[in-house]
């Protein structure tokens, strides 16, 4: 068949290593057709047997123990069921004993006598204590727990003289991550070894059939026989499967005699590898060899149980951090000032270092980016996209761009606005790591027989390299949390713009209706004067009109200039706000004289100010109180200094601020404001927009009710001294 093909470092890659066309010589296979007739077996049946086989010899009529011929029998049956579990039994054949394999599969029966060279009361103690270590690994609470215990259990009850746990990473590389070994060997602990050690074909055989023995890596393979012409036999099962040569050369160059590797399966993925090297040859009994794998199904199960907790734990973070920043969007008028406040909670759930946010042209960044980076990121993300992109080393990276991203490599970017260029951007740094490679990962051309070739490295020896240029890739949970997140996003961004889009068209209505009534009593105030009438107060109600007109027009200008992101373009100067308070105060007085407007305490504040907007964010404060305070109880003013900064403090006698209203009480439009029967001209516009102009001088303002009154306080920087 298959048996002896040559292949070297070329051609292994494409090496059909389940179909070698022979077998280790520790036993004997026969295999037979579906109907139970012979189609072949090893070279050496007939001396490991007893009998010579014939082709198309009956099964049954086969000088075998019956209880191999019944295992035959079964798996004969298991073929309808396409089931490829094995069937195994002890026997003894010319006075020799042998474990009996047999499985069906791919049309064909396959029964393998393996000798056993332990004697079976050994081999049941050895089994005891192979399944008495599931219960101290199913205890573990860590993978790293998990590995170590594992390998020295594995190592305890199988003797190999070295076990170790081999973990891929995305990359299909490995890395040892636990180790029990005989004293005096190298340890290979924390060493990585390229996927090129484990082409893809044998990484599929290792998920299909998780346990495969090498017992002597100095043996001869033994030939199939059988028909000539007939397919090859399809060894994907079998536990005498011989194996690659370039496998085989590649363990001699590591000085190792006899080998065993247990697959730690995950969801049909090669999650990892038990690895077990003897410096001599060695023969695993079956049953031990058994229990090693039922103990990788166990260590496979304890670490999807860790992982899917982990999972959970993330998941349940990343789903509460979702609700308070939909809740925030919906609320909040300025989206990018809301990530800003989730910033912390994104980066967390998704393990990034910063974070970049873009709307409309503006970009804000959160984390330790260097000046510029931030816009120059956005400006390398795709118009309209709707859908995650990353990024994950430099070279995924326009050339562009890759000279300033310094150590910010990993990107995840959430498109959550694309009409409005609005992006949620996680970064990652790069991984610097130090690897130590197992030996250095190149091919080495020898000169055989047949001329040249490519072998597996002959040297071992830590090869130390710095790898950089990228992150540690995006998490399968990490992305699945994004996913949800940008739709949550993309969901608020169209509810708070349907909303915008409907109290847009409501202040348009609004003005309309209000700027008439000023308009039409200067109207009038001109007729009067046309005629020649001299009445008391009209110069006054002109005077009165047309600032509740300028008013209302200087906040939608205000208004426009937020909602562009072009800022109110704050011209900040020392201000000593004892001058400007009491000047405020001086002007209310004068305008409401039935007002009692009272200066309670008075602190000397110098603040780098706007003296005109922080005038207009008091005004408004003023204004404000005026119109809600309770009749005849006065309007108190406070002005102090605490911790490094300037307080304000506006007071009015009334009941607190319903909850409902203050959840949206510095927005703009609010329907508590609108058409308020105590500010009938209001707009809504006056805390939104000194709430914008504090922030703009990196101040805020706060409401809170002491004492029966409502009070704003403001508080802004002291100038430097």
């Given amino acids: 068949m298959e048996h002896g093909r040559q292949v070297d470092l070329l051609s292994c890659a494409d090496e059909p290593i389940h179909l070698p066309g022979s077998i280790q010589p520790h036993g004997a296979l026969l295999f037979f057709r579906a109907d139970g007739a012979l189609e072949g077996w090893s070279a050496n049946a007939p001396a490991r047997l007893g009998f010579e086989p014939r082709l198309g010899q009956a099964f049954d009529s086969l000088p075998l123990p019956d209880a191999a011929l019944g295992l035959i029998a079964l798996g004969l049956e298991a073929l309808e069921d396409t089931d490829t579990t094995p069937a195994v039994t002890a026997l003894t054949i010319n006075e020799a004993d042998y474990d009996c394999v047999v499985h069906g599969a791919f049309g064909r029966v396959i029964a393998e006598f393996e000798a056993r060279e332990t004697p079976a009361e050994e081999v049941v103690l050895f089994a005891v204590k192979a399944h008495g270590s599931i ?19 594995v190592r305890e009850f199988t003797g190999f003289d070295r076990v170790m746990a081999y973990r891929f990473r995305p990359d ?18 924390g060493q990585r070894y390229p996927a090129s050690d484990i082409p893809a074909q044998a990484r599929r055989l290792y998920v299909l059939n998780t346990l495969r023995m090498i017992a002597d890596v100095d043996y001869n393979a033994v030939p199939l026989l059988g028909e000539p012409g007939a397919a090859p036999l399809d060894m994907s099962h079998a536990v005498l499967r011989s194996v690659s040569p370039v496998h085989v050369e590649y363990l001699k160059n590591m000085g190792v005699g006899a080998s065993m590797s247990v697959s730690i399966v995950i969801n049909g993925r090669l999650w990892g590898l038990i690895a077990c090297h003897h410096m001599s040859r060695k023969l695993v009994p079956y049953a ?26 993330l998941v349940e973070q990343a789903a509460a951090m979702r609700t308070s920043l939909v809740e925030a969007l919906l609320l909040d008028e300025d989206p990018l000032e809301t990530l800003g406040q989730h910033a912390a909670k994104l980066m967390a759930t998704s393990n990034a270092q910063a974070l970049v946010a873009s709307l409309d042209g503006r970009v804000v960044a959160h984390g330790e980016l260097p000046p510029g980076l931030a816009d120059a990121i956005v400006a390398t993300l795709p118009e309209g996209r709707h859908d995650l992109v990353t990024r994950e080393c430099a070279g995924d990276w326009p050339q562009d761009v890759r000279e300033q991203l310094g150590k910010w490599v990993g990107m995840l970017a959430l498109p959550y606005d694309p009409a409005a260029n609005g992006w949620c951007v996680l970064l990652r740094v790069e991984q610097i790591e130090q690897v130590a490679w197992g030996g250095r990962p190149e091919k080495a051309v020898q000169v055989g027989p047949l001329g040249e070739r490519l072998t597996p490295r002959g040297s071992f020896d830590a090869w130390y390299e710095t790898v950089r240029g990228c992150a540690h890739p995006w998490e399968p949970t990490v992305l699945s ?28 209505a609004m003005l309309g209706h209000d700027l008439r009534d000023p308009l039409h009593s200067i109207n009038m105030a001109g007729m009067v004067l046309e005629r020649g009438n001299n009445q008391q107060g009209i110069g006054k109600r002109i005077q009165s009109s047309t600032n509740r007109m300028q008013r ?15 800022g109110l373009g704050v011209a900040p100067e020392p201000v000593e706000l004892s001058e400007l ?16 407007f009272e200066l309670v305490c008075d602190q000397q504040a110098v603040v780098d100010a ?3 907007r922080i005038g207009q964010v008091l005004s408004n404060l003023l204004s404000n109180a005026r119109h809600h305070g309770e009749p005849g109880h006065p309007i108190r003013v406070c002005l102090s200094r605490a911790e490094g900064k ?12 319903a909850d409902e209203i203050l959840a949206t009480l510095f927005n703009p439009f609010k329907r508590a404001s609108l058409n308020n029967a105590r500010n009938r001209s209001g707009l809504g516009l006056g805390l939104y927009i000194a709430q914008q102009i504090v922030r703009e001088h990196r101040g805020e303002i706060v409401y809170r009710h002491e004492h029966g009154r409502v009070v704003f306080a403001v508080q802004l920087p002291l100038a430097a001294a």
């Fill in 135 to 153: 219960d101290r690994l199913r205890r573990q609470k860590t993978i790293d727990g998990l590995l170590q215990a594992a390998v020295r259990q």
């Fill in 610 to 612: 706007d003296r005109g």
């Fill in 172 to 189: 299909d590389s490995g890395d040892v991550v636990a180790e029990a070994r005989r004293e005096d060997l190298t340890p290979y602990l």
């Fill in 646 to 657: 300037a307080v304000i403090e506006v007071s009015n006698q009334g009941v607190p601020i």
């Fill in 481 to 508: 949390n994004a996913r949800l997140t940008q739709a949550e996003l993309v969901r608020a961004t169209s509810a708070r713009r349907a909303q915008l889009d409907a109290t847009r068209a409501q202040l348009l």
């Fill in 581 to 596: 308070v009491k000047d405020l105060l001086d002007e209310a007085r004068m305008a409401y004289p039935s007002i009692d």
């Fill in 552 to 566: 209302m027009i200087g906040q939608v200008l205000d208004m426009s200039r937020i909602d562009r992101g072009l």
């Fill in 288 to 313: 031990i060899r058994m229990a090693a794998d039922v103990l990788a199904q166990v260590i496979a199960s304890t670490i999807h149980s860790i992982e899917a907790r982990e999972d959970a734990a």
